[in-house]
């Protein structure tokens, strides 16, 4: 099994520019996370899934961050503009029920 | 609200020393708590829960609910045991929103 994964790797943009970051989750896992991780810090958590559902989405910056989870599967994390102070690793996770998280590799933004 | 403190950003050991990663935390309610690790060039990984008792990797971590805390223990370090990690929370009843702590990197010094 692959587990989670999330692509691209590593992106590098300009401020102002748009961003995208996309991830598969570990089939079954019906709830999937997107967390941000600053250089020196743990995880933050962005926004949470339950199926399609953005069952908690408080600490995601909604004048700029966007995020998707059709069919309650994949997920799609999107950055419009994005800004300096957005450079970070940006995780993806899934669990079923109350297990267990399974995190993916990250994306790595750098933004110039 | 609930928070996760690690106090030490860095925990450097000799080999065979023993090992206390401290975690601290507030929750209102019954929390449930997780050590996470991330070796180098891989992914963060569950390496042990409150709730499972047991022992991963000769690493054991009691509950204290008195004290808040839920440290991470070995006695004996091993060179492998070198990487960062994290202690995190989970509110319990369902709610599965977790925080992670700021996290500590272990060094074990051969």
């Known amino acids: 099994e692959a587990g989670v994964v999330q692509s691209p790797r590593y992106k590098i943009i300009e401020k102002k520019q748009p961003v995208a970051f996309w991830c598969n989750p570990i089939s079954g896992h019906n709830t999937l996370y997107w967390y941000r991780q600053n250089l020196g810090q743990g995880p933050e958590l962005l926004i949470r899934y339950e199926n399609e559902e953005a069952v908690d989405d408080s600490q995601l910056p909604k004048d700029r961050f966007s995020a998707e989870r059709l069919k309650g599967v994949d997920s799609t994390l999107k950055i419009q503009p994005a800004e300096l102070g957005d450079s970070a690793v940006y995780l993806c996770?899934?669990?079923?029920?109350?297990?267990?998280?399974?995190f993916g590799p990250g994306t790595r933004l750098t933004v110039t | 609200a609930q928070r996760v403190t690690q106090p030490e950003k860095l925990l450097s050991v000799f080999k065979g020393a023993p090992v206390e990663l401290k975690c601290n935390y507030s929750?209102?309610?019954?929390?449930?708590l997780f050590w996470y690790v991330q070796y180098s060039r891989q992914r963060l990984q569950l390496l042990l829960r409150h709730i499972s008792r047991e022992s991963i990797k000769g690493f054991t971590a009691d509950l204290n609910k008195g004290e808040t805390s839920f440290h991470l223990k070995k006695p004996f370090a091993q060179e492998e045991d070198s990487a960062m990690y994290y202690c995190?929370?989970?509110?319990?009843?369902?709610?599965?929103?977790?925080?992670f702590g700021t996290g500590t990197k272990l060094q074990v010094i051969p």
């Open positions: 996770a899934s669990t079923r029920s109350r297990q267990e998280q399974y």
């Open positions: 929750y209102s309610g019954s929390p449930e």
């Open positions: 995190a929370l989970s509110g319990g009843g369902g709610y599965q929103k977790v925080t």
